[in-house]
């Protein structure tokens, strides 16, 4: 319903795995983004891909990997996370240069342990 | 960037019109005026966009005075199901970057 997928919607993981999110938009935009949403805080942009080319990287620590293969997938991997890393992570997609505004996926609930 | 300010929380009584307030000062000539709606577990969904007058949609009117200097977000008639957090964003669009998210407004509706 929304034009933005993500898979799976809820992850559940521990310190030393390995995960991948991912994220799929069918509304033929150019840009992605990757937010991070922790309990009672505003979204923060974490990653943004323009034309498949990262041109936003808001200090984020290395345990999280971005990766844009096409214009109309996302995925951000995991690993050796922290308790603090659990949120919900949300995926959005828009047409750059046009004033359209974001699209956004339902997200991730993530819980580390 | 163009910061916004707007309340943290506002509560009302389903059927009466609800109107948020947003104030951006430093606006810039280019940017838009963008609103979103939060449900809980979910992604925002975007309510209505305008850049300057009044602008109306099937859900909600958006009016901006001539200074361009706050925007106030009306939903006539409100019922349980609006009871979400409403974010007001300013942003040109011409650079994703760009696109910041502050604390929103908790709106509550009441029977």
């Known amino acids: 319903e929304t034009g933005v997928t993500q898979t799976p919607r809820h992850l559940v993981m521990g310190m030393t795995n390995k995960k991948s999110l991912k994220c799929e938009q069918h509304?033929?935009?150019?840009?992605m983004y990757w937010y991070k949403q922790s309990a009672k805080k505003p979204l923060e942009l974490m990653f943004v891909?323009?034309?498949?080319?990262?041109?936003e990287n808001n200090s984020v620590p290395s345990r999280f990997s971005p990766e844009c293969p096409n214009s109309s997938h996302l995925f951000l991997h995991l690993h050796t996370l922290q308790p603090e890393d659990s949120a919900l992570y949300l995926c959005?997609?828009?047409?750059?240069?046009?004033?359209?505004?974001?699209?956004f996926g339902n997200g991730t609930r993530l819980t580390v342990t | 960037l163009a910061k916004t300010t707007q309340p943290i929380s506002m509560d009302s009584y389903e059927g009466q019109e609800v109107n948020i307030t947003c104030s951006h000062n430093?606006?810039?000539?280019?940017?838009?005026i963008t609103w979103y709606q939060q449900f809980p577990s979910q992604g925002p969904r975007f309510i209505i966009q305008?850049?300057?007058t009044k602008v109306t949609n099937e859900v909600a009117s958006l009016f901006i005075p001539a200074d361009r200097k706050s925007s106030t977000l009306s939903l006539p008639r409100v019922s349980l199901s609006d009871t979400a957090v409403y974010y007001c964003?300013?942003?040109?669009?011409?650079?994703?970057?760009?696109?910041?998210f502050g604390s929103g407004t908790r709106l509550s509706i009441r029977p």
């Open positions: 305008g850049y300057k």
């Open positions: 509304l033929g935009h150019n840009a």
């Open positions: 430093n606006i810039a000539t280019n940017d838009y």
């Open positions: 959005a997609s828009s047409q750059e240069s046009s004033g359209s505004p974001l699209h």
């Open positions: 964003l300013v942003g040109g669009y011409s650079s994703a970057s760009k696109i910041i």
């Open positions: 891909y323009s034309l498949e080319e990262r041109v």
